[in-house]
């Protein structure tokens, strides 16, 4: 089998070479595993303990039978996991039962690993029943980020410092869940009630979105010279100055009153929100309190905004929204148990080895596929009825309850969810779903354009897209090509580079035609070309009170940052003999892979790759390979330093690994589609074009179809390097 070598940012030719031997008995473990059950087994009954200080006892013997078949993959089951045992859940109101891992998964259960250990399949280091073992890396700092104990580049977390990692593929655990939700009583509540913060205020705005001006004259004094104004017309028209409320609908003063009022009520939005972001530590400074003008949407608020949105998951740039301001007038109690509800999401879709998140289902309603019987079926939103059936079992539907279940959980878990496994029962999985299935993966490019974004004059030139690139996952079932996801992504466009001793712009292409997968990568590592400008080598970052400029280390990898973010599979091109045998791989550095540049997957475009969020990249390549032959192949080892110098010092990269590979043992089909060509041009530009403008190219920077503000800098994010992807 022909593999590709390695994550080269120039294409290569590698010749063909076989892959290891395939595993000799695969996953004998599976005495009780089928991958086509019947949709309705019994289960056998799982023996009672007590719980509390008697949980730790040896379970209580049960009748001997033989268990029914489960719908257990091999790869993620949970057997061999240190705890040994699941807690039983069968619903509300009925007590958790101890059952040994082997037998819960027997009897039909999923084993859910709600443990503060867990991590996705990607940052595995064994498949269960082989002696493949082979550590990750990247493993112990994902527990850590997700634990609240480092930062990206692996420094302890200040005091008042939090991870908010969703958005990046990294969820929190329940742990710190629950810690945060405890501190709503003893520390935000009593905070929010003393700075008067009130919701209602929230809640009443109707002027839409407010976005961050970097403005010479801000709102707060705006709104002081608007009232003296007022009050002054007020005394010369016999009115009481003190209430305001009389100059509403005056034939003379109506209008200075809605100016008025319209900004003391912006102006109240962002003093409410303020309150909020300063009681829940949002803020950079003063160890999360910040110091900032109340009322004022200023620099330190739209960084603190950001980062409450991270915290809750809404993709943003850390201007005032709908969905903002919704989640900030919401209460903490509801607040933290969405949160916790997407926790419990990931582990579910992770122990279930599930991928149909509805999208498909939304892109194809009328879609139906027939079962083993030959019955018509829809496609389903299987990560939403998995999830709802976990929730209904552990009794978290409500903040109330779920509150008393995370003491409970805890407890079960060793007094701190430290190694706590619960089994549930979760729908019947389609008949599709198999040990080794067959995937083909097509990605629509959307709309193309090729022409030049700058008119002679060097003024950005509008390039509307109606159609987004688009990257839809295949399943193949008896013939029926199954679509089991379809989500956006991104294509390549003009990008800065560095030509000739300055920045010029090229067109950084997404290939066009048939490719294969043939490797996943962990916690892969992009090394920077030496076109990249050495100001985009470099960060800053605020640590100790103050802004350091360090090496973009996050940037290269391993990290949740990285230019190929938490995972990535290569885009490889078959070379084949006339007699149809292969010849060579082709590599242009094209990956489909994850990104924390969220905004950029939304709307604007890749240096050439198919970006996909993190958390979803996350999804589909451990589902792909939970379902999937693969040689574990472990970390790639990689020697490379380069000295740099910017602003007159001297900076050095130093990368030790490419990341953790996965081979598989059968490629998986990808075609990329050419899309449709917009604009005068039917190819790409071939080499530099000087830059007309500082105005960023479309893969640069949030220019033309998104706002911009300064938390954009504050995000850790793709920003605007020059990688592959």
């Known amino acids: ?42 289960s056998a009954p799982a023996p009672e303990v007590p719980t509390g200080a008697a949980a730790g006892a040896a379970p209580l013997p049960s009748e001997p039978a033989a268990p029914p078949a489960a719908l257990v993959f091999p790869k993620t089951s949970q057997r061999e996991q240190p705890a040994g045992h699941a807690w039983v859940f069968e619903g509300p109101g009925a007590e958790p039962k101890r059952q040994e891992i082997a037998a819960a998964e027997a ?7 709600l443990g503060n250990g ?8 064994k498949t269960v029943a082989l002696e493949d073992f082979q550590t990750n890396d990247y493993r112990k700092r994902y527990v850590d980020l997700a634990n609240n104990r480092v930062d990206a580049d692996g420094e302890p977390l200040d005091k008042h410092e939090r991870n908010f990692l969703e958005l990046y593929g990294i969820p929190p655990t329940l742990q710190v869940v629950a810690s945060e939700w405890r501190a709503v009583d003893g520390e935000i509540g009593p905070c929010l009630q003393a700075a008067g913060f009130d919701p209602e205020v929230l809640r009443a705005w109707t002027g839409g979105g407010i976005a961050y001006e970097n403005k010479k004259m801000g709102d707060v004094r705006r709104l002081a010279r608007l009232r003296a104004s007022l009050e002054k017309d007020m005394k010369k028209a016999k009115l009481d100055p003190s209430d305001l409320e009389q100059a509403k609908g005056h034939p003379k003063l109506g209008r200075a009153y809605d100016n008025w009022r319209a900004l003391q009520n912006k102006v109240d939005v962002i003093d409410h929100a303020q309150r909020r972001l300063r009681c829940e530590k949002m803020f950079q400074s003063a ?37 903002n301001i ?9 607040s933290a148990h969405r949160r916790m509800l997407r926790v419990v999401e990931e582990r579910v879709v992770s122990a279930a080895a599930i991928l149909e998140d509805g999208s498909a289902a939304r892109w194809k309603p009328k879609f139906r596929w027939k079962d083993r019987h030959g019955e018509e079926q829809p496609l389903r939103d299987l990560v939403r009825e998995s999830v709802d059936a976990t929730i209904t079992a552990l009794d978290l539907g409500t903040p109330e309850s779920a509150r008393r279940q995370l003491d409970k959980l805890s407890e079960l878990g060793g007094g701190n969810f430290e190694d706590l496994l619960v089994a549930v029962k979760l729908p019947p999985r389609p008949d599709y779903y198999l040990e080794d299935m067959t995937f083909e993966v097509v990605i629509d490019r959307g709309d193309v354009w090729y022409d030049f974004p700058f008119d002679s004059a060097g003024k950005r030139l509008s390039q509307p897209r109606e159609r987004y690139p688009h990257i839809t996952v295949y399943t193949v079932y008896e013939g029926q090509k199954i679509p089991l996801l379809h989500w956006r992504t991104t ?54 009170g103050r802004v350091r400029t360090v090496v973009n280390n996050a940037e290269f990898g391993p990290s949740y940052t990285s230019a190929y973010g938490l995972v990535a599979a290569y ?7 006339p007699d149809g045998t292969l010849k060579a791989d082709f590599d242009n550095s094209i990956r489909t892979h994850g990104s924390v540049d969220y905004m950029s997957i939304l709307r604007r475009y890749s240096h050439g790759c198919h970006r996909l969020y993190n958390m979803s990249a996350v999804r589909l390549f451990s589902f792909i390979l939970g379902h999937r032959q ?7 080892k990689l020697g490379f330093s380069r000295e740099f110098v910017h602003e007159d010092q001297t900076f050095k990269i130093a990368l030790k690994t490419r990341g953790y590979r996965y081979k598989l043992v059968q490629p998986i089909a990808v075609d990329v589609t050419e899309g449709r060509i917009k604009g005068t041009r039917q190819k790409p530009i071939e080499g530099y074009i000087p830059k007309p403008s500082d105005t960023p190219a479309p893969a640069d920077g949030p220019v033309a179809e998104t706002p911009t503000g300064p938390a954009e800098s504050a995000a850790p994010a793709e920003s605007n390097v020059l990688s592959p992807g």
């Open 491 to 544: 294509i390549g466009s003009w990008r800065s580079e560095m030509y000739n001793g300055s920045e010029h712009y090229k067109y950084k292409d997404s290939d066009v035609g048939p490719r294969v997968w043939k490797e996943i990568v962990a916690a892969p590592v992009w090394i920077p070309p030496a076109t990249t400008p050495p100001r985009e080598l470099v960060r800053r970052k605020w640590k100790d």
């Open 1 to 42: 089998m022909p593999v590709s070598l390695g994550l080269g940012a120039s294409p290569r030719l590698v010749r063909a070479r076989p892959l290891a031997a395939r595993w000799s008995a695969f996953f004998a473990l599976c005495l009780a595993c089928s991958s086509t059950p019947p949709a309705d087994l019994p």
């Open 571 to 577: 885009h490889i091109k078959e070379i084949k003999n």
């Open 107 to 113: 009897a039909g259960y999923t084993v859910i690993d």
């Open 630 to 636: 693969f040689v574990r192949d472990g970390q790639i």
């Open 118 to 125: 867990w991590v996705p399949y990607i940052f595995s280091e």
């Open 326 to 334: 919704e989640a900030l007038a919401r209460t903490q109690d509801e």
């Open 287 to 323: 160890e999360g309190e910040g110091t900032y003008t109340k009322g004022e949407f200023d620099s330190a608020t739209t960084h603190a905004l950001a980062q409450f949105e991270k915290k809750h998951a809404i993709m943003g740039w850390g201007h005032f929204t709908r969905d």
